[in-house]
């Protein structure tokens, strides 16, 4: 494993294999020569619009094998990306431009707001492919092991995104790390089902594939079809519970059809025991659980050989330190309840320009306090228990409550509201806003102007139930456990 920018390390795994296959998306097939090729021109464009090294890039955009190479092509000229969700909407754009001051800004052609940002849509068409350079960035810029390579935002305790910092270092770690766990080799065909502005997608799937230099079956959005084409002659795929409840309700998912596969991957969100069962009883296939954050890139995995046992999410994988900690950061003994401690070099350097959210989550000697409750089995096996926090998770997407929140309490008629996760067949969890109002109750038609204008869509509840008051605890806290245990088997109205 080289040091420096990790950009050039993806580049040199694949200096011998120029002419095969990398992303295959149904509508172009490109080369790793070609894919490269593309990421020295949009270096050179993205040099010619302002970036310098350290600075920031936003982007924006819809998942394609441009946008693969846009990111590569920020690593290249020792800018930071910073990849935002195409379902946010202008006002939270303003927010993540503000924060995070980027000197390029990259957009879909339909959100572009200033003359000067560039946009590249998915068909590969857009100002930033339009854009006219003296000539390709031939080599990647150096780059220390310490500087930033991606800045992802998160959802904080107060609503507001924090950014959590990740250097090229953190990510090379975390990438060889999973590399070596899960076995990747030559031979390997990815199955890419995943949006490309999560840790999952971008870093987890992208960094596996490029290491080994290896195609990449690239599908724009995930479609249980495709995917069980792709299994023909795949041999890896990544996804989320979502992902593997519809895969199952699929007649087509049978053993035969999963031949050539040799891994399946879990994460972002809890995996049911039963899920892992039916799909273990439909395919003779045991999917391999992880565990990781934002901050923290993929830290735990289930083994590639040996138990894979529903409901944990395995051991600390190489460079790795796990511990579960009480509420004085104090180790508790195996098999007893806490929260999720890790301490590795793949760790975010801090919270971008949030030193006290920074202090909160990480000790003076280096631990990074996830929020998440465990226990550890005397053998370093973790099993989580649940969060900390009331973060939902809906499809594989991190929500805030309070972030939604603070749009309904601004709504008229509306004295105080909250947001739950409580229990979804499809998606793990779904929203529900849970509102007190003034005068008559509000619904759905209501509610529903405010939260177009200010959230993207899977942010938004998918039921709205009122009640005469919240349940509070003598502290005056809102019981959301209360709230949750409620409506967890209502009927959606």
Known sequence: MTGGNIAAEFHAAAIDRLEAPFLLDGKRSWTYGEFFDHVRVFAAVLIDSGAQPGDRVLVQVEKSPEAVALYLACLWVGAVHVPLNPAFTADERRYFIEDAEPAVIVVDPSMAEEQAWLTLDPDGGG??????????????VERGDDDLAAILYTSGTTGWPKGATLTHEGLRANAHALHDTWHFTRDDHLIHGL????????????HCALLSAIPITFLRHFDVDAVLDGFAEGTVFMGVPTHYARLCASPRLTAERCASMRL?????????EPAFAAFTDRTGHRICERYGMSETGITTSNPYDGDRIAGTVGYALPGVEARIVDTNGAEVAAGEVGVVAIRSRQVMRDYWRRPDATADACTDDGWFITGDIATMATDGRITLQGRASDMIISGGENIYPKEIELVLDEIDGVVESAVIGV???????????????????????????????????????????????LPRNAMGKVQKGVL???YASAEAG
Request: charged share 25%; aromatic share 6%; proline share 11%.
């Open 264 to 272: 399946f991957t879990c994460g972002s969100a809890p995996l049911t």
């Open 484 to 486: 949750r245990k409620r």
């Open 423 to 469: 229990p979804d067949p499809d998606f793990g969890e779904q929203v529900v806003a849970v509102l007190v109002c003034e005068g008559a109750p509000l619904g759905d038609a209501d509610v529903r102007p405010a939260l177009d204008t200010a959230l993207a869509r899977f942010k938004h509840p998918r039921r709205i139930e009122v009640i005469d008051a």
């Open 195 to 206: 949006p490309i502005f999560h840790v999952h997608g971008l870093f987890v799937a992208l």
């Open 127 to 140: 100002s930033l492919t339009r854009r006219t350079v003296v000539a390709p960035v031939t080599e990647p």
